[in-house]
């Protein structure tokens, strides 16, 4: 039945395999970003210290932010991960090689990466580390460029250690919350029948052939049945000898009802992405000028404060309610599952609720600060070029009447998505309709009092 | 069971949907009567690194509003959403913004001008009470997440889809 709820894209578009399957796909893709990447790196480094003037930081955190979070992880998923810039020194490091299949493994020290760090706890420290920061690293381009430079070199330094993209799966902040937002995606690469691949021998697509790599990033594709661990870097899609794995487009946000891979250190991705987006919203685009200051840094207590605050609020306050509100749903629901699992469980329903907060706090942040692009593209490092005569362009916030509207209807969508989720993932548990609706009415609540306060936070 | 039968069986359910959306474009259009009388406001805003103070402003719908606006500091601009109204001010000079408030809602008024490293982020709120687009938008919410609830009560089980799929140990 699940099935039958995909469109092979490859059934309509044939010549998309064609393109997948050349080995120039990925690297067209990473040498183009790596250009920019570059020079975000260098302008950062030796460009004008004034944020909205230098390339680094608008091209990263306006036009690149806006791309992923609006436009690339709601439609196409992890389909970033397989064009992102960072981990492709380290790559082609351990491949010895830019395009063509190299004969032989991958150059590593073949380390075991170890197995307690096998999860998202690092990607979820990662993005909190780095999001206490956040008022700096986005106002300075050279912070900004130093962490951009530290994440390229950690990927390098795994690259060195371990086989494959560790750095990706297990560290990448970024592709931590890439990974849990694009279970939303309509877009999937999957076997088309799994009854081939149970019983295929050798597994091409884990241990590679002479076309292609075994999956770089660890996964097997003849048993995916979630986008969170597939980069969509097509190596499974080279490397099938059977031709059976596709594209498929599916229901938005069919990976939620997956059940057996939830987990809580996924669950706490969700919590710390959706806990960020309001602080994000109440810090940088609320009025208070006091609370951007101590984000700043303008003293150290100051900042160890909105420090404490922050992670607080996102490791103990945020699931601690959360929490709360699972036991509320236990009982009304009698539902008989352990509490831990049920909060690990409806926590898939913060999923839709976070990346259409993110989005729409990305509407604000984008599009009012998009005009700087123009300047920067003609003058990347601020030092008075004018490359297309762009420069003197001044700053104009677009569509600055429209926003709140937006807002509003990407809000209330993500909510009754979420509410959905949350009738669904109470239905897994109790096979009574009643009781599944009764269980689901605590997150209910839950879910519509952040949408409050997200509503408030931008209209009110 | 007849096709006419058949035919109410179906819509049944689905007619709370229905009524959701109508009564969702009603809350939206619905006009709102104006209970307050314009009036002349006179406000002095004073911009520095990197707050507004006040940092936030409410007036009412048709409120004729004067600004003298000040930077304590460094240059500053105001520039405000919605309005698209934009000033530039330098340290120990007034300038004056005028304007009506024809348009309810919050809109943000942020500097203009790069005055430092947390620029774009210099915000201020102006309210234009009664705030429609607020309320008309929990509203909406509201009437969402009852017709949801409501389409899925009536429903009970027969639309739903995952039954089983990767049903838990419990
Ligand atoms: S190589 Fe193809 S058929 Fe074989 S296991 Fe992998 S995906 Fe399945
Ligand atoms: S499953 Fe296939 S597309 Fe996904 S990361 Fe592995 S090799 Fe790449
Ligand atoms: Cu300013």
């Not at chain 1, 548990?429 to 931008?458: C, E, K």
């Amino acid at each position: 039945m699940i099935k039958s709820q995909r469109i092979n894209v490859f059934q309509y578009v044939p010549f998309l395999r064609g393109v997948l399957r050349s080995r120039l796909f990925q690297p067209v893709l990473t040498i183009s970003t790596l250009f920019f990447f570059t020079l975000a790196i260098v302008t950062g480094l030796f460009g004008t210290p004034v944020g909205n003037r230098n390339f680094g930081i608008v091209f990263v955190w306006i036009v690149w932010w806006g791309l992923l979070i609006i436009l690339l992880v709601p439609f196409l998923g992890r389909l970033w991960c397989a064009a992102c810039p960072i981990p492709v020194p380290g790559e082609w490091l351990q491949r010895r090689g830019i395009i063509n299949r190299r004969k032989g493994r991958l150059s590593t020290l073949r380390w075991k990466f170890p197995k307690r760090l096998r999860n998202m706890w690092l990607q979820n420290f990662g993005f909190l580390g780095v999001a206490i920061f956040s008022a700096i690293i986005l106002t300075r381009p050279e912070v900004s460029a130093w962490l951009l430079l530290g994440f390229s070199l950690i990927g390098i330094i795994l690259s060195i250690l371990y086989e494959n993209r560790v750095f990706c799966r297990y560290v990448c902040p970024v592709g931590g919350f890439i990974g849990l937002y694009s279970l939303m995606s309509p877009v999937e690469v999957r076997v088309q029948d799994p009854q081939v691949c149970a019983t295929h021998t050798p597994k091409d697509c884990i241990i590679g052939n002479e076309y292609a790599y075994g999956c770089p990033w660890m996964v097997f594709p003849g048993t995916l049945e979630r986008n969170t661990y597939c980069g969509m870097c097509m190596e499974c899609i080279k490397a099938c000898p059977k031709n059976n794995v596709v594209i498929n487009l599916r229901p938005v946000g069919s990976d939620l009802m997956v059940a057996k891979e939830r987990r809580l250190d996924e669950a706490y991705k969700a919590f710390i992405m959706l806990a960020c987006a309001l602080l994000y919203s109440v810090v940088l685009l609320g009025p208070w000028g006091w609370l951007k200051q101590w984000a700043n840094m303008d003293t150290l207590p100051h900042w160890l404060a909105y420090a404490g605050v922050f992670l607080l609020a996102n490791l103990l306050l945020l699931p601690g309610l959360f929490t709360l509100t699972a036991l509320l749903s236990q009982r009304l629901g009698r539902i008989q599952l352990p509490l831990r699992q049920l909060v690990t469980d409806y926590a898939y329903t913060l999923v839709p609720l976070g990346l259409t907060a993110w989005i729409a706090f990305s509407f604000s942040l984008v599009f009012t600060n998009g005009s700087y692009a123009l300047g920067v593209l003609s003058d990347p490092f601020g030092w008075g070029w004018n490359l297309f005569g762009t420069t003197e362009s001044t700053w104009m916030p677009f569509g600055s009447a429209l926003i709140p509207f937006l807002q509003t209807g990407i809000l209330t969508t993500g909510m009754l998505f979420a509410v959905n989720t949350a009738y669904k993932i109470a239905g897994q548990h109790t096979p009574n309709p009643r009781q599944a609706l009764r269980g689901m009415l605590p997150v209910t609540g839950f879910i519509m009092s952040i949408t409050f306060a997200f509503l408030w936070l931008y209209l009110g | 069971m007849n096709r006419f039968q058949q035919l109410v069986r179906w819509t049944y359910p689905r007619w709370v949907i229905l009524m959701g959306i109508i009564l969702a474009i009603g809350v939206m259009t619905f006009p709102i009567p104006q209970i307050t009388d314009p009036q002349t406001r006179y406000i002095t805003l004073d911009a520095r690194q990197f707050e507004f103070a006040p940092h936030r402003i409410h007036i009412n719908k048709g409120d004729r509003v004067i600004i003298n606006f000040t930077a304590s500091d460094v240059v500053h601009g105001f520039y405000l959403d919605g309005y698209g109204i934009q000033a530039r001010v330098e340290p120990g000079v007034t300038k004056q913004i005028e304007f009506s408030a024809e348009r309810t809602g919050k809109f943000r008024y942020r500097c203009s001008v790069s005055c430092g490293s947390l620029h774009p982020f210099m915000i201020g709120e102006l309210v234009v009470g009664p705030n429609e687009p607020f309320w008309r938008a929990i509203a909406l919410v509201i009437i969402g997440l009852f017709t949801l609830l409501t389409y899925r009560f009536l429903t009970k089980g027969t639309s739903y889809e995952y039954p089983t799929l990767g049903a838990s140990p419990a």
